[in-house]
């Protein structure tokens, strides 16, 4: 089945620093969604990636697709502390069944 | 509008007892998910409903676990012999459409301690 990865696991960065994460799967995927969970919270929807290298951007936010469509990346410019907390990538498969998961990327900012 | 919503919002109940989480998604969504997460850890996918398709069960970890959707609408998740690994955040999701380009919207999750 359909496998997405995301590294890194765990980001420390100090606050103003740039941050990155990088989302990749087996499979070509239809779209690519990425979510934030805050500490304590559940995961709330940012964004949805569809074509192919796809670059939307959201404040200091800048999301890719790959051409292939099989991977996708976050950048955080100058992070903040509200920044904190941990980014998930979702890839739809091309069978348009459901969603999966890549397993998260949980950024701690620095004051 | 109303978001989903899941109850109860907390549970603690003894290793050995059966428990049911209950979600009620957005009106109209006919996606729904059920994960686990456990503390500091990503999603695990336990079982996806769409429409009136036969749900997608790869993810339930034993058979002490079942979920049913009924009408279309409310969701239950039970689980059987509760065991201590089965202590998580239990979060349910609903989306609009079929396929996989609708976002989804989670619930706040049930909070699932096993003493």
């Known amino acids: 089945g359909q496998q997405v990865m995301q590294i890194p696991q765990y980001q420390h960065v100090q606050e103003g620093e740039d941050f990155t994460t990088y989302c990749n799967s087996s499979?070509?995927?239809?779209?690519i969604q990425w979510y934030k969970q805050r500490p304590g919270g559940h995961p709330v929807f940012l964004i949805q990636l569809v074509k192919s290298g796809e670059v939307k951007k959201q404040k200091r936010l800048t999301f890719q697709f790959g051409e292939a469509k099989k991977n996708s990346s976050l950048h955080i410019t100058a992070t903040q502390t509200t920044d904190v907390g941990t980014y998930f990538c979702?890839?739809?498969?091309?069978?348009?069944?459901?969603?999966?998961f890549g397993g998260g990327t949980r950024l701690m900012v620095k004051p | 509008g109303a978001g989903v919503s899941q109850s109860p919002s907390n549970k603690v109940t003894e290793k050995g007892k059966d428990v049911e989480l209950r979600c009620d998604p957005i009106?109209?969504?006919?996606?729904l998910y059920w994960y686990r997460q456990s503390l500091g850890q990503g999603l695990e996918f336990l079982i996806y409903f769409q429409g009136n398709s036969a749900p997608d069960k790869s993810g339930l970890p034993s058979d002490r676990f079942s979920a049913e959707r009924t009408g279309g609408s409310v969701s239950t998740l039970t689980i059987q012999r509760t065991q201590q690994e089965d202590s998580a955040v239990y979060l349910c999701a609903s989306s609009r459409g079929q396929g996989t380009y609708s976002p989804l919207h989670f619930g706040n999750g049930t909070r699932l301690t096993v003493t």
């Open positions: 499979t070509t995927l239809s779209n």
């Open positions: 979702a890839g739809g498969d091309n069978a348009g069944n459901m969603l999966t």
């Open positions: 009106s109209g969504h006919t996606a």
